[in-house]
C-alpha cells in the first residue's frame, strides 16, 4: 500500500529488454513487476500488458511476442493481466530452478585462463544452493582445474580427499606456479640483456691488441 501512494513521486528502475534468454526471465518480472505496482495500478490490465511486452524485443522473444499480439488482436490468447503474461513468460521460456540453474553452471565452469583463486571463488559461489556435496562435487571442481594443476594433486603422495582441501592446495599450487613462471621470465630478461657497459674479451674496441681504431 505504502508503494502504491507513494509511486507517482519515487524514482523506478525499468526492466531491460528481454529477448528470450533463461536466465534473465526472473529478473525481467521482478523488475517489471515492481515498475507497475509503484507506477502503473491505476492503468487498465491491457495497458498493463502492452506496456511490458513493449520490454519483449529480439532473439526468440520477438517471434513469441508477434504470435501473442496476434492472438491478442483476434480474442484468442488466455493473457488478460501483466500476472497472467509474467506466468505465461515463465512457463513459455522453460525457466528452471534455482537449483537447476545452478547444477547447469556447475557442470560447465572452468578455471581456463584465470588464477585458482578466481575460479575457486565463482565455483563456491555457484555450488551454494546446487545440490552437490561430497564426492559429485569435489568431481565437478576437479573437471574445472586446469590440467596440470589437477594431475599434479592427483598424483600427490597424499592426495586432497575433501573439497575444502581440493581448493586451498589448488590455489596454493596455482600460485606456485605462477611465481615461478614470472621468476623465469625475469631471470631470462637479466640473461639476455646485462647491465652496465662490460667491455668485451679482450677488452678491445673495435680495434686489435686493446688499441681503438681511429679513421
Known sequence: MLLQQQGS???VAKPQMFNGKIEEVSAFINVAR???RMKMTEEAATTQVA???SYVQGGVAEA???NLLDKLAKGESEVETAEQLFTKIRNDFGETSEEERKIEQLRTIEQGGRTCDEY???FKKVARGSGYEGR???EEFKRGLNGAIRRKLAEAEEPPTTIGEWQERAVRLDRNQRQSRAEERMLGRN???PGGNAQPRGGSYGG???QIMQR
Open 120 to 122: 575457486v571463488q565463482e
Open 191 to 193: 640473461a639476455a640483456c
Open 64 to 66: 513469441w511476442k508477434d
Open 208 to 210: 686489435r691488441g686493446g
Open 34 to 36: 515492481l515498475y507497475i
Open 136 to 138: 559429485p562435487l569435489i
Open 51 to 53: 506496456w511490458v511486452l
Open 9 to 11: 513521486r519515487v524514482e
